[in-house]
């Protein structure tokens, strides 16, 4: 077997290399407070080669989303719940808004709901 993220030899029962599983643990530990910037630092701080941070933060072999975009859906939940909106962002969420191109954000009240008074014909 190779390592789910790295791609690591790791022998025949395992599933994830030492460094990749010491990676997602300190994720693990921290997931419930913590940006994506914050979370790089202790992950480089762990001394993982940073390869396979990349690796840990962007692959998705579950299917459920990388690292990268479940923190970005738990801070953006923790963000949005702290403004009293419900928020049920996922992982697959952030996956969608950053493969169109980023451009609305799912707070972006829809079209002509309480939208400021707009000249007609400009801009
Ligand atoms: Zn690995």
Redesign the pocket.
């Known amino acids: 077997m190779r390592?789910?993220?790295?791609?690591?030899y790791?022998g025949l029962f395992r599933r994830?290399?030492?460094?990749?599983?010491t990676l997602l643990e300190v994720y693990e530990r921290h997931r419930a407070d913590i940006a994506l910037s914050e979370l790089l630092d202790r992950l480089i701080a762990t001394g993982v080669a940073r390869p396979?941070i990349e690796?840990?933060l962007e692959r998705d072999p579950d299917g459920t989303g990388s690292v990268r975009d479940r923190v970005t859906a738990d801070m953006s939940n923790r963000l949005l719940a702290a403004m009293g909106v419900p928020a049920k962002q996922t992982a697959a969420d952030v996956r969608k808004l950053r493969e169109r191109g980023g451009g609305t954000a799912s707070t972006a009240r829809p079209a002509g709901d309480a939208a400021p008074p707009r000249t007609r014909g400009s801009s």
């Open positions: 390592c789910r993220y790295c791609a690591e790791v994830c290399c030492a460094d990749c599983r396979k690796a840990v």
